[in-house]
């Protein structure tokens, strides 16, 4: 069954330079990259995409971590798609915790505990159908995807857009 996945290659990540080794991993699935940009994360978007652990005592430092506090100030986001794509990039990625993955996962051989408690697990990925569809859709605007992976509709706007020079 084909299907859809968010991926985000967090500010640990990228400040360890390690976007060409998750990317050269995520290869092995055989899926198609769909969807690709960089995003300062705002605090809007952090909270909207944890919501869930709103209660839970670490919400404050994961949003401080998504948000680049720590690290560099940038996400890269990326959908991809295909054959049991969530399935096949959940389990190159590993456990969230990278003292429980395997060490041959992505956070297996690239993530850490901090000594203040932090999760730098170096990527996200969508747990479900349900997740990634909010999650793409809270990432990505349709226009951004070149793919049809969800119904749309044509809506007139006026709205300012930067050009270039």
Same mark, same amino acid.
């Given at each position: 069954?084909?299907?859809?996945?968010?991926?985000?290659?967090?500010?640990?990540?990228?400040?360890?330079?390690?976007?060409?080794?998750?990317?050269?991993?995520?290869?092995?699935?055989?899926?198609?990259?769909?969807?690709?940009?960089?995003?300062?994360?705002?605090?809007?978007?952090?909270?909207?995409?944890?919501?869930?652990?709103?209660?839970?005592?670490?919400?404050?430092?994961?949003?401080?971590?998504?948000?680049?506090?720590?690290?560099?100030?940038?996400?890269?986001?990326?959908?991809?798609?295909?054959? $049991?794509?969530?399935?096949?990039? *959940? !389990? &190159?990625?590993?456990?969230?915790? /990278?003292? #429980?993955?395997?060490?041959?996962?992505?956070?297996?051989?690239?993530?850490?505990?901090?000594?203040?408690?932090?999760?730098?697990?170096?990527?996200?990925?969508?747990? $479900?159908?349900?997740?990634?569809? *909010? !999650? &793409?859709?809270?990432?990505?605007? /349709?226009? #951004?995807?070149?793919?049809?992976?969800?119904?749309?509709?044509?809506?007139?706007?006026?709205?300012?857009?930067?050009?270039?020079?």
């Amino acid at each position: 069954m084909n299907n859809q996945t968010l991926i985000l290659i967090k500010p640990d990540g990228l400040t360890k330079s390690l976007t060409g080794n998750v990317l050269s991993r995520l290869s092995e699935t055989k899926l198609d990259i769909v969807g690709a940009r960089m995003v300062q994360v705002s605090r809007e978007l952090a909270e909207e995409h944890y919501r869930e652990l709103k209660d839970k005592p670490f919400f404050d430092d994961l949003v401080k971590y998504i948000m680049g506090e720590y690290h560099k100030k940038k996400v890269m986001a990326l959908v991809y798609y295909g054959e $049991n794509a969530i399935s096949k990039v *959940r !389990e &190159i990625c590993g456990k969230t915790n /990278p003292e #429980e993955a395997d060490s041959v996962s992505i956070r297996g051989a690239y993530g850490r505990i901090t000594t203040a408690g932090v999760y730098e697990n170096v990527m996200h990925a969508s747990a $479900n159908p349900q997740d990634a569809e *909010r !999650e &793409i859709k809270l990432w990505f605007t /349709p226009d #951004e995807i070149i793919a049809d992976i969800y119904s749309t509709i044509e809506v007139e706007e006026q709205t300012k857009t930067l050009k270039w020079q």
